[in-house]
């Protein structure tokens, strides 16, 4: 028989599972939205039987009540005890996204009725709160462009089968403009001197060699690359006895512009560096979620 991986796309109404759900077509998968939890296992079982034309499939999960959660949970323990490679994505905004996003399309959310969008808002993440704890890897859309979105799926899809390998997103922000939601890790180098105080680096960046030398050559900052990259190391190694093949670390300062940036490139540049030394082996991203803003 076929041997069958299954991707749930879940998250938040207005987050981005339906482009979700684009990219993994474009990529060759069988894509089904929608589906009842019920229907899943028949689909996979099908599928199973069908011929390799359909041994990678990806899911559109909706559920609208407190029931979802566990019967998600439910069927994964089953399709995984029958064989099937299973792994779960959640795709989640901010509060005040969701409702741009509802307003810009004039739709109504699904879970509304009487009540304001923010209270539908409100209810469903109450009912997906257990699903994106379950989840094997989170998407913040909020400040993601549609590519950026898609580069980091295209990723996540391209890396399903690797069970011996974790996919690291190492994503460098500014604290001024809020966490990122969906880092495992969060990090803060803000106690590294600022760039941004020396008036020929000012309008540099962290991508650059003359912001990047300063900073890594500062009291601390070799130190701190050195120990974050071991915990790093060890924290995959429990992700992948766990099951989980994605891990994503932000790295803060003020205004990720110069030393979250080159503090970013430097932990990918070690966990790169890093294979074969006897720990896990890493498929190493590296995003700026706040380069570029004034």
């Known amino acids: 028989m076929t041997e069958i991986t299954v991707v749930f796309i879940a998250g938040m109404s207005g987050a981005g599972r339906s482009a979700a759900a684009d990219v993994f077509e474009d990529d060759g998968w069988y894509v ?55 792994w779960q994505i959640f795709l989640d905004a901010s509060d005040e996204v969701l409702v741009r996003r509802f307003e810009q399309v004039r739709r109504r959310h699904p879970l509304q009725t009487d009540d304001t ?38 990723n996540a899809s391209a890396n399903t089968a690797q069970t011996t390998s974790l996919s690291v997103s190492i994503q460098s922000f500014g604290f001024k403009y809020g966490l990122p939601i969906d880092s495992d890790l969060v990090a803060d180098v803000r106690f590294l001197p600022n760039p941004y105080w020396i008036p020929e680096l000012r309008n540099h960046d962290g991508t ?11 009291d601390g900052a070799d ?12 924290v995959a190694g429990g992700y992948l006895r766990e099951g989980k093949r994605y891990m994503s670390v932000g790295i803060g300062c003020t205004g990720g512009k110069h030393r979250s940036v080159a503090m970013a490139r430097e932990l990918a540049r ?8 006897g720990g896990p082996a890493f498929d190493v991203r590296v995003m700026h979620r706040d380069l570029g803003r004034e």
Not at 124 to 137: C, I, M, N
Not at 223 to 234: G, H, M, Q, S, V
């Open 223 to 234: 130190e701190f690359a050195r120990l974050y990259t071991d915990i790093i190391r060890l």
């Open 208 to 218: 650059e060699a003359e912001v990047r030398d300063y900073v890594l050559r500062q």
């Open 270 to 277: 070690r966990l790169s560096g890093a294979q074969g030394e």
């Open 32 to 86: 089904a939205d929608n589906v009842p939890v019920s229907l899943i296992g028949k689909l996979v079982e099908l599928a199973r039987t069908g011929g390799d034309q359909t041994s990678r499939i990806a899911m559109v999960v909706r559920g609208a009540d407190e029931s979802f959660n566990a019967e998600l949970a439910a069927l994964r323990v089953d399709l995984e005890a029958g064989g099937t490679s299973v």
């Open 117 to 154: 969008l923010v209270e539908a808002i409100a209810r469903e993440r109450g009912y997906l709160a257990g699903v994106k704890e379950q989840s094997d890897l989170v998407i913040d859309t909020s400040a993601l462009s549609v590519a950026r979105l898609r580069e980091v799926l295209a």
